[in-house]
């Protein structure tokens, strides 16, 4: 009889699936595999080389894996350059287990990206 994991998510979602919580591990909980901006990405591809930044992410997660790291939070959101493809590519090719964080980066407020947009009418911080 198996008893129920007093964690709310049992099991985890992994960018490869999903992971028992038993399972984690040693868990490193707030890295950033990538932070990055696609405004640059796109007008100065020459700057970012996709496939070595993977190559260079899977050998740190593997050094890490050899050390006894099992999962990695990657807390990079919207607005810091989240590119779950990006994040796949490594996850395929490393032992480490990824955990994606949601959410969008803002310092002091809604972020510019997202100010105008949505259901409701955009707040100009007036009252009536």
């Not at 959410?103 to 809604?110: K, L």
């Amino acid at each position: 009889m198996r008893t129920e994991s007093p964690l709310p998510h049992d099991p985890v979602p992994t960018v490869r699936g999903p992971v028992a919580a038993a399972d984690l591990g040693i868990t490193l909980a707030h890295e950033h595999l990538f932070v990055l901006s696609s405004e640059f990405q796109s007008n100065f591809p020459h700057l970012w080389d996709r496939e070595a930044g993977v190559r260079k992410a899977v050998r740190q997660l593997e050094e890490a894996y050899a050390a006894g790291v099992r999962t990695l939070v990657d807390m990079t959101v919207l607005g810091q350059g989240r590119d779950i493809n990006l994040v796949r590519a490594v996850a395929e090719r490393t032992a480490v287990n990824i955990v994606l964080a949601t959410g969008v980066y803002s310092v002091d407020g809604i972020p510019l990206f997202a100010r105008f947009r949505g259901p409701a009418p955009p707040s100009r911080g007036t009252t009536r």
